[in-house]
């Protein structure tokens, strides 16, 4: 079975300021990993995915993601918020053995002036 | 370019009401899903599709139905509503299990 935490439900930071949001998988055979982003009130959106090439993966509005095996780990980083990144944020998994793709429960993201 | 298109967008039903959602997409994907997002819980899978024809059981399927008649199209079917089914309902399409897939903008359905 695979499945995906995210720790922190609720991240605030300050415009200008790193966002750091964390992603930690589990999957028996090697994962695609996936981030997600939802603005209030739509539907999700693709930042960046991970499948086996690149371990550092770069995504759409400046966020890139690293994959470290060892760590089964795949947080999200973006070294200077913008008020346009106050969003929810998903991590997904899934693998060449399963038919889901399996989400995490969100992390909140507040960007404050 | 549309991509994935959810009817209707809001939607409130007695308990023991019936609906239809309708989810439709423009790109031609084999693989379609269902999911209802509740807040803390992320994103659960009710029932998917692997293609025109086909549809099967996710994580949470109780109380829904599907249909995949067209392969631009998946139903999903609520035939007696109840509180436990108040919802975000998206439903979302692949190329592939591997691959990106594409939401829809969301139904949201609320039984009194």
């Known amino acids: 079975a695979q499945s995906v935490t995210q720790l922190g439900s609720h991240v605030s930071v300050s415009e200008g300021a790193l966002v750091l949001l964390r992603c930690n998988y589990s999957?028996?055979?090697?994962?695609?990993l996936f981030w997600y982003v939802q603005y209030p009130n739509q539907g999700l959106q693709l930042l960046l995915k991970?499948?086996?090439?690149?371990?550092l993966v770069k995504g759409i509005n400046g966020f890139e993601a690293e994959f470290k095996k060892s760590e089964t780990s795949f947080h999200l980083t973006k070294p200077s918020a913008h008020m346009s990144d106050a969003a929810e944020y998903f991590c997904?998994?899934?693998?060449?053995?399963?038919?889901?793709?399996?989400f995490g429960a969100g992390t909140t993201v507040t960007v404050r002036a | 370019n549309a991509g994935v298109t959810q009817t209707p967008k809001f939607r409130v039903l007695k308990t023991g009401q019936s609906m239809t959602l309708l989810c439709a997409q423009d790109?031609?994907?084999?693989?379609m899903y269902w999911y209802r997002q509740d807040p803390g819980m992320g994103l659960r899978l009710i029932h998917y599709?692997?293609?025109?024809?086909?549809?099967a059981k996710g994580e949470v399927p109780d109380g829904y139905n599907v249909s995949r008649l067209k392969k631009q199209n998946f139903l999903l079917g609520l035939e007696s509503a109840a509180p436990s089914q108040t919802s975000v309902y998206f439903c979302?399409?692949?190329?592939?299990?591997?691959?990106?897939?594409?939401f829809g903008q969301g139904t949201r359905l609320t039984v009194v």
């Open positions: 790109m031609n994907h084999e693989y």
């Open positions: 599709s692997v293609g025109e024809g086909t549809t």
């Open positions: 997904a998994v899934t693998n060449a053995n399963d038919y889901k793709l399996s």
């Open positions: 979302a399409s692949s190329y592939s299990r591997l691959t990106e897939a594409f």
């Open positions: 999957s028996s055979v090697p994962p695609y």
């Open positions: 991970y499948t086996s090439a690149a371990t």
